[in-house]
């Protein structure tokens, strides 16, 4: 299950949402990546939920949307 139209209509990045609705609107990526527009963070869905922690945005946000794994790894502890 990929997520929702409606939920992703609503979603935004919490590492740079700002007073303009468009800032900080995520684009979904293979299925299983949110990815910022504005900040380039991104964001992996586990088990059918994102996860919006800036931590993880800021994990991959140095990681070209090509070499994103398929499959979203567990976060590192």
């Not at 990929?2 to 684009?27: F, G, K, T, W």
């Amino acid at each position: 299950m990929a997520v929702s139209p409606d939920l992703l209509e609503i979603l935004r990045c919490p590492a740079c949402v700002r007073e303009s609705d468009d800032a900080s609107r995520l684009d979904l990526i293979n299925g299983v990546w949110l990815v910022c527009q504005t900040c380039g963070r991104k964001y992996p869905i586990r088990d059918d939920i994102p996860v919006m922690l800036i931590e993880e945005g800021d994990r991959w946000k140095d990681t070209a949307v090509e070499a994103l794994p398929a499959t979203p790894p567990e976060p590192v502890s």
